[in-house]
């Protein structure tokens, strides 16, 4: 009984330690800078990422921080999905999701992964709302408004798209996006290589 315990004990530490791990790297956060700002060791923080570690709520919630990720974004549902399914299938009611704290916008993992070399992101841009600061591109990003509409500036250029409009981004460039609508929401499904 103990033993079958601490090996459900172990697969959960993996488990939390590998998201951990992708949010970071997705991020941009280097091992470094994450237990600068927990106030830990490098070495802790690579051992809570392999799963070595035990990982006491607090310093969860203080790596959440970090991350500007809710807590919950660890925790399963009720609902496991089926062992054939982990590496290939994400059900629309188990899909995790950060919203961020400047407000409005809410991602939601479509892809199994972030650490892949394609992700897949569902973005929900409230009325009014922006996504973070012009980013430089790792990869290539392309995206399709599935409803609503946005403003997507690429380097010095800004486009209105709206719903069913697509659009490419290259190596290299700079974009911002935002919701220019009072009213409506907008929904974009991005498919995101190279990194997150």
């Known amino acids: 009984m103990n033993k079958k315990r601490n090996e459900a004990v172990n697969s959960e530490n993996l488990r939390i330690g590998r998201q951990i791990r992708d ?17 830990r060791s490098v070495g802790y923080v690579s051992q809570v990422e392999r799963g070595v570690s035990s990982l006491p ?5 203080a790596i959440c921080d970090v991350l500007g990720i809710q807590i919950s974004w ?18 629309k009611s188990a899909r995790r999701s950060l919203s961020f ?19 897949m992101i569902l973005t929900t841009f409230a009325p009014g709302a922006r996504g973070s600061e ?7 990003e392309g995206g399709l408004v599935q409803s609503g509409m946005i403003e997507l500036c690429i380097n010095d250029q800004c486009f209105i798209l ?11 460039d700079q974009y911002r996006v935002r919701n220019p609508s ?5 929904i974009v499904i991005w498919n995101i290589t190279g990194g997150y």
């Open 57 to 61: 709520i607090p310093i969860l919630q």
């Open 74 to 91: 660890f925790f399963h549902s009720d609902r496991e999905a089926p062992a054939e399914e982990l590496n290939h299938i994400v059900r």
């Open 182 to 186: 009072d009213e409506e929401k907008a």
């Open 162 to 172: 709206h719903e069913g409009d697509s659009f490419t981004l290259e190596a290299n």
């Open 23 to 39: 949010i970071r790297k997705a991020k941009g956060v280097t091992l470094a800078e994450m237990a600068e700002r927990i106030q």
């Open 101 to 119: 704290s400047d407000g409005g916008v809410r991602e939601e993992l479509l892809s199994t992964r972030l650490s892949g070399q394609l992700q």
């Open 134 to 140: 012009a980013r430089q591109l790792k990869g290539e």
